[in-house]
């Protein structure tokens, strides 16, 4: 396999079809991980895909079309914000020059990181910043708890629930907490606890399926005898239903306005990723496939975000979910067994194995050949 990479730092290891002009065929996942995280989240769907085509490539035969497998740059967001910053820069959703000025807690930019990554291995290859793409197959552990409640070794993925996450800044004065006057104070501190109970007891009371967060909390000068002058705190919010994730949205910019006097506020949208469903045919082979091989299945909304997510803007795409120990993802414990994990891995091969070897003659739409 031919290994490359481009300007946003994805990773592609290429096993070469017959007819190397035909869109490829992508499968894979992430490696980056959060700092208390866990060696499934991602890391499986990447080794899986890799298992994958090793074992496509050990048949002999090549495949019809490329078939290509990506370990895609910063998708967690842990070190640089926000994340799946290689997926959007690959499929042209957001610039590489405002990736590039993104910095971590220490200061250090994407583009700082991303040249002295290149610049270590000055032998790998690089492409384009995107490129025509036949399918994409991702891999990965629920993260819920789902698929163990219900016995359930396969999940077959339908969509993604849509996510906005917005950065507040609520701006006040300083004042020393002994001798300035209740009435003349502009405390950030006391504004933010206004809106995080509006908001908490409006946004995140809509409905059951609403999924709404206030972290991140940053006071300043959080001094002990000093009036908060400034407050910046983010918020996640998530629902399948756009109309109602849109309409919460612009809930929480009117709530934060409403609470901020006498301070001022700017609310700032980081991330407005609407919900997706996943391609009809690419999930129909998933359930045969693990009809096939004699999996449990049941058909899964993801809660969580991932790369699959923008993929399926520029092609036909799915996942295949596989349970976690008591739906537990992000901490240093959470576990895949491994019984789950190669199933998962088996029936990821086989949907592949049935693309790749899917047509005759190549360079055709994936949706016309892939005969699902």
């Given amino acids: ?63 019809a079309r490329d078939v290509v497998v990506v370990a895609w740059m910063n998708e967690e967001g842990s070190r640089f914000a926000p994340g799946m910053m290689g997926s959007e820069a690959f499929t042209g959703e957001r610039d590489m020059a405002a990736i590039r000025a993104a910095r971590d807690a220490d200061g250090v930019s994407v583009g700082e990181a991303l040249d002295r990554m290149h610049q270590a291995f000055p032998d790998l290859p690089r492409g384009p910043l995107g ?33 906005k996450t917005f950065q507040v800044v609520v701006e006040g004065a300083e004042g020393h907490a002994g001798t300035l006057a209740q009435q003349e104070r502009r405390d950030a501190l006391a504004a933010f606890a206004r809106m995080a109970a509006a908001l908490h007891g409006e946004i995140g009371t809509i409905d059951a399926d609403i999924k709404f967060a206030i972290g991140r909390v940053a006071v300043v000068p959080n001094a002990p005898s000093v009036v908060p002058s400034r407050v910046s705190f983010s918020i996640d919010l ?109 029936v990821l091969a086989q949907v592949l194995r049935d693309l790749a070897f899917a047509a005759s003659t190549c360079g055709d739409d994936m949706s016309s050949i892939s005969g699902l």
């Fill in 131 to 163: 490129f025509a793409v036949g399918s994409y197959l991702e891999l990965h552990i629920e993260q819920g708890p789902l698929l163990e409640a219900a016995a359930c070794t396969i999940g077959v993925v339908t969509g993604i629930q849509g996510k």
């Fill in 1 to 63: 396999m031919t290994p490359s990479t481009d300007a946003a730092g994805n990773l592609f290891l290429t096993l070469a079809g017959r007819d190397r002009a035909a869109p490829p065929l992508l499968i894979g996942s992430h490696l980056d991980s959060q700092p208390t995280g866990g060696k499934f989240d991602g890391a499986a769907g990447v080794m899986a895909a890799l298992e994958a085509v090793v074992s496509l490539a050990e048949q002999g035969d090549a495949p």
């Fill in 238 to 346: 998530r629902h399948p239903d756009n109309a109602v994730l849109d309409a919460a949205g612009a809930r929480i910019t009117a709530l934060c306005r409403e609470c901020a006097p006498p301070c001022t506020v700017m609310v700032n949208s980081l991330v407005d990723a609407p919900s997706n469903a996943f391609d009809p045919r690419l999930r129909t082979s998933i359930s045969e496939a693990s009809r096939q091989q004699g999996h449990a299945t049941m058909a899964i909304l993801s809660a969580v975000g991932h790369d699959a997510r923008h993929l399926a803007k520029i092609c036909p795409a799915a996942m295949i979910f596989i349970p976690c120990r008591d739906g537990v993802s992000h901490v240093e414990h959470e576990w895949a067994e491994p019984s789950h994990v190669a199933a998962g891995a088996s």
